[in-house]
């Protein structure tokens, strides 16, 4: 409610100020000429005219835009255009001097470079910086000054007169001409218009439709004071003061979305009627029997086919950076990184030289948008990628990895390096408040992971590996930190030198090498159990790994597939750890954004077993125990015999144990109605061998019953429990 009335309060300052000086603009043409009704004439004229500069200036202190550079210009040059008609309209109407050119003249040119350097500002803030937008700007530019040899600059140049007054009448067309290829540029540019920037264009090409008029009736001394042209000048004054004024003002200077497209139709026909406008013109003049402007019109032609096949050129090469650009941040691609990633190893391959990956991730992304919405968002990642992008050094690889990740390339850096650099791009984005809006600031974290080749890994591959399990080891240690190395965490029992860094033993040390599968195992089983605490009352990864284990012997399993089933079942919810916990316990239905992050858990439970590298076959296991038989799983879309067994076992196990309980979203059933839907499943969702193994292991009482979940233990070591799995490891992977 307040927002919707400070947005009436908004209207009624622009609205009212355009409506006053409309009133004052038909005031100052029912004043008669004559008598002592001139002066008023020439107050009224010189009020509107001096409120367009009032205007600008309380528009910038009422509405304070992040950039008033631009502004701060514009009000300049209206300010320098006011005090010309005052100039102008004293010297005569009451000093009835009609002099060309006069002190009036000098003011008006004057107003032309601030304005300009204004128009500039805003469209290096506002456009993408990119071939096919110049070459654009510069058809419609290159058209306008054929028009204007033709009709203005010529004629002018080729008049008689003195010195002066002859550069004068050029210098209105000349300057009218810049302004009208940067007005261009602005109208076929794709950054968002509001109303602010349709009043500032209305200003715009109020002034050159004006100026060029008027440089027309002098060239053929048909000008008279108070003409028509007053009209457009005047409301070209209150256009600039109610843009400004206008709250949209703020967001004028906001740089266009990365990627936005810029071939919508309504461009295509200005440059179309632009690139017309050449021969049109020639075959005006040659009705008229002038032939003197055939050189021109020739040099224009010539010019915008070359233009033309620029911006051909210009496309191509847009449309392969706009591949490999990720349209809302502006940095590169995955796939474009993947590349790199790839060609760099080699490189360093080659020349015996070492090669850095970092993958960050931002830390509880998703309260952002639920908290502040999915535009503040953007925003927020926009920012994280400007921070990012100041903290790496020229010729580093920056992308945007995922939704909420970001990877780095850094080609040379070496091992001992990796820890400060780390520090350097986690404090880069945590270190000062985000801003999400004007007034909305919040701190945001990332935790990064990182690696080095050859130092942690023998392939682009495995570096890549390294690294991910490295950010999941700092997701799992607490988030806003670094972890640097292989997978082996060594924890110190006091806080190292630098705050939010933990120590890791490389792969290749041989310092304690049975501590990580032990550490991560017990980890691992205390977090299974901390996640079925939070939905139920009853176990479920304990029985899941009953139940698969007896499964597998059941249908006389290999004895590998037997302890990757049970450690899979055991672990194959953990990734619900990283789920907001509101999310797993919501009562009414999920929004399809909660259930496209709640799908994601099999690939968060993944990479938390990756942590280990013996656990790699387990992870698999578990990334797959959604997918379906028919082929209508996640998170991959696997079908029949191409998911791993284990997984279409604990699928099976996994659908009864959460029909057997009563959770948030829903009431326990009864074992025929859980009976019935396991049977319904069969073959579409479920492996048939897979469902007809449970239900007759269920007929001897073997599998399907769920215990009360007892205690969770919070050991400061590993458990004897974990010590002894640790020692499986090395027959389950594949």
């Not at 090669?355 to 994280?384: C, M, Q, T």
């Not at 082929?631 to 191409?642: F, I, T, V």
Request: with cysteine; glycine share 8%.
């Amino acid at each position: 409610m307040s927002s919707a009335r400070a947005d009436v309060r908004d209207n009624r300052v622009w609205l009212g100020y355009l409506l006053a000086g409309t009133i004052a603009m038909l005031g100052y043409f029912l004043l008669p000429e004559r008598d002592a009704w001139r002066y008023a004439r020439v107050a009224v004229y010189l009020a509107i005219s001096l409120s367009g500069a009032a205007a600008v200036w309380w528009g910038i202190a009422r509405n304070r835009p992040a950039v008033c550079l631009p502004w701060l210009l514009l009000g300049l040059s209206q300010l320098v255009y006011a005090s010309a008609d005052a100039v102008f309209y004293v010297s005569h109407y009451v000093l009835h001097s009609e002099r060309f050119p006069s002190f009036a003249d000098l003011l008006y040119l004057g107003h032309y470079p601030p304005l300009l350097a204004a128009l500039l500002l805003l469209i290096r803030r506002r456009e993408p910086r990119s071939v096919v937008g110049q070459i654009d700007g510069l058809v419609a530019a290159v058209a306008a000054a054929l028009l204007s040899w033709m009709f203005l600059i010529g004629p002018t140049a080729a008049r008689g007169g003195s010195t002066l007054a002859h550069y004068a009448e050029l210098a209105y067309p000349v300057l009218d001409l810049a302004l009208v290829a940067l007005t261009a540029r602005l109208v076929i540019g794709v950054a968002v218009r509001s109303a602010s920037f349709g009043l500032l264009l209305a200003n715009l090409l109020g002034i050159a439709a004006a100026d060029t008029v008027y440089s027309y009736q002098q060239l053929h001394g048909v000008y008279e004071a108070g003409n028509f042209l007053d009209a457009m000048w005047l409301t070209a004054n209150l256009a600039l003061g109610a843009a400004t004024l206008h709250r949209g003002m703020i967001g004028l200077t906001d740089p266009a979305p990365c990627g936005r497209d810029e071939s919508r139709p309504v461009r295509f026909l200005l440059l179309a009627c632009a690139a017309l406008l050449a021969p049109a013109a020639l075959l005006v003049q040659s009705a008229r029997g002038i032939n003197a402007d055939v050189p021109a019109a020739a040099v224009a032609c010539a010019v915008l086919f070359l233009l033309t096949l620029g911006r051909m050129a210009g496309v191509a090469i847009e449309q392969r950076r706009l591949a490999v650009t990720d349209p809302l941040t502006g940095l590169f691609t995955r796939r474009f990184i993947e590349g790199r990633l790839s060609a760099e190893v080699a490189r360093a391959g080659r020349r015996r030289g070492p090669v850095a990956l970092f993958i960050a991730d931002v830390d509880h992304f998703k309260s952002v948008n639920d908290r502040y919405g999915h535009p503040a968002g953007d925003r927020a990642l926009v920012e994280i990628a400007r921070r990012l992008r100041r903290a790496v050094r020229p010729g580093d690889v920056l992308a945007r990895y995922g939704g909420e990740e970001f990877a780095v390339l850094m080609p040379g850096l070496r091992p001992e390096e990796l820890e400060a650099v780390s520090q350097r791009l986690r404090r880069s984005v945590g270190d000062e408040p985000v801003p999400l809006d004007h007034d909305t600031r919040v701190t945001i974290t990332v935790s990064i992971g990182t690696a080095g080749f050859p130092a942690h890994s023998a392939s682009q591959r495995e570096l890549v590996a390294v690294a991910d399990r490295a950010l999941y080891t700092a997701k799992i240690l607490g988030r806003d930190r670094v972890v640097v190395g292989g997978a082996r965490v060594e924890p110190r029992a006091e806080p190292g030198p630098e705050d939010g860094v933990q120590a890791v033993v490389s792969e290749e040390s041989d310092t304690a090498p049975a501590v990580a599968p032990v550490l991560h195992l017990d980890y691992l089983q205390r977090v299974a159990d901390e996640v079925d605490a939070w939905l139920s009352g009853l176990e479920h990864s304990a029985a899941i790994a009953r139940w698969t284990t007896a499964m597998a012997v059941f249908m006389d399993c290999s004895e590998a597939v037997t302890m990757r089933a049970g450690l899979a079942g055991r672990f194959h919810d953990v990734g619900k750890v990283v789920i907001p916990r509101e999310i797993l316990v919501k009562a009414e239905p999920l929004t399809d954004e909660d259930w496209a992050l709640l799908r994601r858990h099999p690939q968060f439970g993944a990479r938390m077993c990756r942590i280990v590298p013996e656990l790699g076959a387990v992870a698999e296991v578990i990334r797959q125990h959604h997918e379906r038989f028919d082929g209508s799983g996640y998170p991959d879309g696997l079908r029949g015999l191409g998911i791993r067994p284990e997984a279409r076992l604990i699928a099976v196990c996994d659908s009864w144990a959460a029909m057997r309980c009563d959770r948030p979203y829903q009431a326990a059933l009864g074992e025929e109605q859980a009976r019935e839907e396991l049977l319904r499943g069969r073959g579409g969702q479920f492996a048939p061998d897979a469902v007809d193994a449970f239900l007759a292991l269920h007929e001897q009482g073997a599998v399907g019953e769920l215990r009360p979940l007892g205690p969770i233990e919070r050991p400061a070591g590993g458990s004897a429990q974990s010590v002894a799995s640790a020692s499986v490891f090395q027959n389950i992977s594949s």
